[in-house]
């Protein structure tokens, strides 16, 4: 009696012969023909392999790095301007070459800002980008308290900074001075004693 079978290839076994005879799944055909054409176009462009998962498209694979959001600008004088914000306080800043003049609101910055700390975190964006001694910098900060005013003079000047060189960006998005810090005191409610706490209770 006659069979269709073909005889098993020398050193092949009848099981390793059907899983070879056995048809592929849809989803893997798909997988194979985008590894060969993403091989392909590698080899054309001198690029790296792509390796795709099965039935993944090909432009989910693609990572494209993000461009540089620049909060600062320049105006027509080459003067750098950023905007900094912290809780109620708003500080408008402005850059350009100079000795190291800082001037907050008609003062020196360590005349404004009486406490050494606020003192040495206005000065923070200047000295990671070792900037101090060749800009003056020119503040008006109004809102808020002396905590607050500090934080946006330091987001302003980082800003500021970067819109008169792209390249420090790194240096001041890795120390978190492009940080807007968006904590704010939370309002108090009506029936409570402030935001969360409650009026004393006595039950007798």
Known sequence: ????TPAPEDGQTPEEQLQAEAPAAPGEETAAVEV???EDAADDSGLP???L???APA???VVASAPTIVRGKLDKDGTAIGTGRRKTAVARVRIKDGDGK?????????????TERDQNMVQEPLNATETRSSVDVWVRVNGGGTTGQTGAVVLGIARALE???ESLHYTLSTRGFLSRDDRMVE?????RRKARRSFQFSKR
């Not at 009696?1 to 269709?4: A, E, K, L, P």
């Open 1 to 4: 009696m006659s069979t269709d």
């Open 36 to 38: 060969v054409a993403a």
């Open 49 to 51: 392999e792509l390796t």
């Open 53 to 55: 998962g099965a039935g």
């Open 59 to 61: 432009d989910e694979m």
């Open 102 to 114: 800082f001037i907050v609101n008609g003062r020196d910055f360590a005349e404004y800002f009486s």
């Open 163 to 165: 819109a008169r060189n």
């Open 187 to 191: 309002r108090k409610k009506y029936g």
